[in-house]
């Protein structure tokens, strides 16, 4: 069984800075990519960013390309989400999930384990 926990997550201002981060259980983490998705309320979940299960390939949504970076430290089985410039509109709940393939998708049903969530809150 895959279990992630999410930390990091906490309220700031906008234009300040969070990083996230996911500890995977076990030896699965290595071999797959990972994502990072959010749901604010009253909307669907969205997909924000990914990483290959090398940590060669990342991909973004537009809306957080040139203010958030991924990254993973496989020998930790952590995967991170450095968030800058931060606004109002990206105050969601931020998952973290493990994807069922190597190469990094913006697809949520391409994700077969998530996290709990952590909650991030971004004031105007």
């Known amino acids: 069984q895959v279990q992630l926990v999410e930390s990091g997550g906490g309220l700031v201002q906008a234009g300040g800075s969070l990083r996230l981060s996911c500890a995977a259980s076990g030896r699965a983490f290595i071999s797959y990519a990972m994502g990072w998705f959010r749901q604010a309320p009253g909307k669907e979940r969205e997909s924000v960013a990914a990483?290959?299960?090398?940590?060669?390939?990342?991909v973004f949504a537009n809306s957080v390309k040139g203010r958030f970076t991924i990254s993973r430290d496989n020998a930790k089985n952590t995967v991170y989400l450095q968030m800058n410039s931060l606004k109002p509109e990206d105050t969601a709940v931020y998952y973290c999930?493990?994807?069922?393939?190597?190469?990094?998708?913006?697809?949520?049903?391409?994700?077969?384990?998530w996290g709990q969530g952590t909650q991030v809150t971004v004031s105007s």
């Open positions: 990483i290959s299960w090398t940590g060669v390939t990342t």
């Open positions: 999930a493990r994807s069922s393939y190597q190469t990094a998708t913006m697809r949520q049903y391409d994700y077969a384990y």
